[in-house]
Nanobody, 122 residues
Framework: QVQLVESGGGLVQAGGSLRLSCAAS????????MGWFRQAPGKERQFVAA????????GFADSVKGRFTIARENAKNTAYLQMNSLKPEDTAVYYC???????????????WGQGTQVTVSS
């Protein structure tokens, strides 16, 4: 069992930045790949970014490439999503999740956090 807690969300103006954190507890965080997803009102949860267990490989949705970065500190059981040049369309609840392999597919992740709200004003 893994427990995940996201933090760092908030209200920001377009063009601004936020850094989300995902703190893990329970089973060894380093044994899991990790992903960030987001869900806007009335829309399905969509892939944002993922990172491998070691942190050596990353992947991003086309909509965030060049603006978002993902990182992890296994010694601190924490992962991060740095979001720059934010746009109103980035507004959503952001979720972190862990799974056995890095993937863009929501159902490949076994454990999920409760989410943190990100709102970008125009």
């Amino acid at each position: 069992q893994v427990q995940l807690v996201e933090s760092g969300g908030g209200l920001v103006q377009a063009g601004g930045s936020l850094r989300l954190s995902c703190a893990a507890s329970g089973r060894a965080f380093s044994g899991f790949a990790m992903g960030w997803f987001r869900q806007a009102p009335g829309k399905e949860r969509q892939f944002v970014a993922a990172i491998s267990r070691s942190g050596g490989a990353t992947g991003f949705a086309d909509s965030v490439k060049g603006r978002f970065t993902i990182a992890r500190e296994n010694a601190k059981n924490t992962a991060y999503l740095q979001m720059n040049s934010l746009k109103p369309e980035d507004t959503a609840v952001y979720y972190c999740a862990v799974g056995t392999a890095m993937s863009q597919v929501r159902t490949d992740y076994n454990y999920w956090g409760q989410g943190t709200q990100v709102t970008v004003s125009s």
